[in-house]
Structure formats: C-alpha cells, structure tokens
C-alpha cells in the first residue's frame, strides 16, 4: 500500500475537522492536524475524537514541523482560518488568513507540494456583481467585500492567481469560496454556528424560534436567501480535488441554489417532527451595513472541472443533520 500524508490546518475546526473525517476513511492516508483545541470543555477535541489521525502540531510549530518533516507531505489542506466576519481586531485577520496562506503557498511551490485552500462567499460583497466564480485577475480585483475577513480572503485569491500566473505556484493549487455550510462539528462556533444548530436546542424542546426581520424592501421577513451548503459535500469536494491534482483554480462551493432562512428553519422543524414555530426580531445595527441579503454559487466552473455528484438538497442536508447528529447523544462526526 502505497502512504499518503496530508496536513490539515485548521483540521479540528468545524470544516476541517469533517475534511479529516473523510481523508481518515482511506487506510492509506496518514493525516496530520494543525491546530489550537482551547479549553477541554469547550469539546473542539472532540471533533477529532474519531479520526485516526497520524499526528497533531501546533500552529506555531508549523514551519519548524515541516522543516523535520514536510518531506513527507504532499498535499496541505489549509482550512485555518479567523473566520468571524465581526472580528474586530483586523491586525489577526490579516495575519491569520492573508500571511500564513501566502508563507503556506511558498513553502508549497518551493517544495513541489499540493495545497487546497479555503476562501469565503464573503470576497463577493454585496453580491452586486454576480457570484460567478470566475477567477481571472480583473474579476477578482473588482470585488468589494463588505468586512475584513472577506477582504483578507480576497487578498489572498488575488494573490494565488498572479502568483500562479507567474510561475510560482504549488504543483496543484485550489481555493475554494465557501458559501454558508453546516453540519456535525460546529458546535465549539458558539454565535458562529449555522442557524440550524443555533436553533436546535430550541426546537428540540418543543419551542419556537425567531429569525432577523429583513431590512431590505425586496425582501420578506425569513425571506433572506443563501446558499446553504452540508458539510459532507464539502469534504466530499476536497477529497476528489486530492485525487485529482491536475484541477487549479479559484472555484465557488455551495449547493447552487439560494434557499431562504425561513426554509431553512421550517425544515429543522420538519426534522424534528414538529410544526413551525417562527417570529421574528430586529436586525442587530451593527450587522445591517454588512449583511448579504443574497448569495447563490454559480457552480458552472467546478462542473467544468469534472465534479459530477449531486450537491445535498437543503431538506435532506438537514434531514441528515439533525437525525444523524443533533437528535443524538453523540453528535459528532
């Protein structure tokens, strides 16, 4: 049997963590994990805690940690990330999701080595310009992300091409914008999680929920649409990307298909066996400047690219959420 070692940054977060689930299931891979686990009870380890993986570093030991070992690595999987869209402190963004993707993308090229990496829906701003997923360098500069973090993760795309254009990039580069996803391992996000698990404990218990009322004229109370991706297609992206090393490029993640959050929480409902139970509340102020009243990833590119299986319909994702995962007394992939 032939051994693979694939590093994952980011890997015990709530993405990361389901992508090492899935490279774990193929006896041949040896995966390592980048990452901080906090506090114990906070149970961000065990978002890990059925994955065999091979070894465990700690992000400030990453480049000594490959400077001993990287000659074993051929693919990194960079997941790590400051993903809070209301971080304050935009010093950290920049550091953690514009700096440490670049010296990652350097250490790739230089070496001969693989890198998969995350970007953000949120590069797309207000949506004002499509969400088409094209990735040439005057489509990528013509966007206007809304925050920070979109901003840093924009920066970093815009990066990866002209680099790449250069003639300086990893032996396979992808970054991949993700839209909203959900599902298992996201419960250490605390008020980042997806809606689905924020209101499951209320659902669980019998009462009803309230979403943020639109302050948007075009759009209904609930009526805010995403594209709501699971996690399991996710991961299922990344691995055929790590059997396929001949695919580059930025490409949009999502289902495809822009679904409202009412939809979104009628089928957590529907999960659970219940009937709805929705009202709604104010906006907070400090989000409404920012706030994407609506995002769909056009998928055209990733298709193009050879990626064949059917995305998770929004009812079924959920479906598989909360009977799988949440209803559970282990709730963790």
Same mark, same amino acid.
Request: charged fraction near 25%; charge should be negative; aromatic fraction near 12%.
């Given at each position: 049997?032939?051994?693979?070692?694939?590093?994952?940054?980011?890997?015990?977060?709530?993405?990361?963590?389901?992508?090492?689930?899935r +490279?774990?299931?193929?006896?041949?891979?040896?995966?390592?994990v980048?990452?901080?686990?906090?506090?114990?009870?906070?149970?961000?380890?065990?978002?890990?805690?059925? $994955?065999?993986?091979?070894?465990?570093?700690? =992000? @400030?030991?990453?480049?000594?940690?490959?400077a001993?070992?990287?000659?074993d690595?051929?693919?990194?999987?960079?997941?790590?990330?400051?993903?809070?869209?209301?971080?304050?402190?935009?010093?950290?963004?920049?550091?953690?999701?514009?700096?440490?993707?670049?010296?990652?993308?350097?250490?790739?090229?230089?070496?001969g080595?693989?890198?998969? /990496?995350?970007s953000?829906?949120?590069?797309? #701003?207000? #949506?004002?310009?499509?969400?088409?997923?094209?990735?040439?360098?005057?489509?990528?500069?013509? +966007?206007?992300?809304l925050?920070? /973090?979109?901003? $840093?993760? *924009?920066?970093?795309?815009?990066?990866?091409?002209?680099?790449a $254009?250069?003639?300086? *990039?990893?032996?396979?580069?992808?970054?991949?914008?993700?839209?909203?996803?959900?599902? =298992?391992?996201?419960?250490?996000k605390?008020?980042?999680?997806?809606?689905?698990?924020?209101?499951?404990?209320?659902?669980?218990?019998?009462?009803?929920?309230?979403?943020?009322?639109?302050?948007?004229?075009? !759009?209904?109370?609930g009526?805010?649409?995403?594209?709501?991706?699971?996690?399991r297609?996710?991961?299922?992206?990344? #691995?055929?990307?790590?059997?396929?090393?001949?695919?580059?490029?930025? /490409?949009?993640?999502?289902?495809g298909?822009?679904?409202?959050?009412k939809?979104? *929480?009628?089928?957590?409902?529907?999960?659970a066996? %219940?009937?709805?139970?929705? $009202? !709604?509340?104010?906006?907070? @102020?400090?989000?409404?400047?920012?706030? %994407? !009243?609506?995002?769909?990833?056009?998928?055209?590119?990733?298709r *193009?690219?050879?990626?064949?299986?059917?995305?998770?319909?929004? @009812?079924?994702?959920?479906?598989?959420?909360?009977?799988?995962?949440?209803?559970?007394?282990?709730?963790?992939?």
């Open positions: 049997m032939t051994r693979r070692t694939v590093l994952v940054t980011g890997g015990a977060g709530f993405i990361g963590s389901n992508i090492v689930a +490279l774990c299931e193929d006896p041949a891979i040896d995966v390592v980048c990452d901080r686990l906090r506090e114990a009870d906070s149970g961000k380890w065990r978002n890990l805690a059925k $994955s065999p993986i091979a070894d465990f570093v700690a =992000p @400030e030991d990453l480049f000594a940690w490959l001993k070992r990287g000659g690595v051929e693919l990194v999987i960079h997941m790590g990330a400051v993903s809070s869209t209301t971080e304050p402190d935009a010093d950290k963004i920049i550091q953690s999701n514009f700096v440490l993707s670049r010296d990652l993308w350097e250490w790739c090229a230089e070496h080595r693989r890198l998969i /990496y995350a953000s829906a949120a590069t797309y #701003g207000d #949506g004002s310009l499509g969400f088409d997923g094209r990735d040439d360098i005057e489509s990528l500069k013509a +966007l206007r992300p925050n920070a /973090y979109g901003w $840093s993760k *924009a920066l970093f795309d815009i990066y990866a091409v002209r680099e $254009s250069r003639g300086r *990039a990893p032996l396979q580069w992808a970054g991949l914008k993700f839209f909203n996803v959900y599902g =298992p391992n996201e419960d250490h605390d008020r980042m999680k997806s809606v689905v698990a924020q209101i499951w404990p209320k659902v669980a218990a019998g009462d009803g929920v309230k979403l943020f009322k639109s302050h948007h004229p075009d !759009y209904a109370d009526g805010q649409l995403r594209d709501f991706v699971y996690v297609d996710v991961a299922d992206i990344v #691995g055929w990307l790590s059997d396929n090393p001949q695919v580059n490029g930025v /490409y949009n993640l999502g289902s298909r822009a679904r409202a959050f939809d979104l *929480a009628e089928a957590t409902f529907r999960a066996g %219940q009937r709805p139970d929705i $009202s !709604y509340v104010d906006m907070p @102020e400090v989000l409404r400047g920012k706030y %994407q !009243y609506f995002t769909e990833a056009n998928m055209d590119r990733l *193009a690219a050879g990626y064949v299986a059917p995305m998770t319909s929004l @009812e079924d994702g959920v479906e598989d959420y909360v009977a799988g995962f949440l209803a559970t007394d282990d709730p963790y992939r």
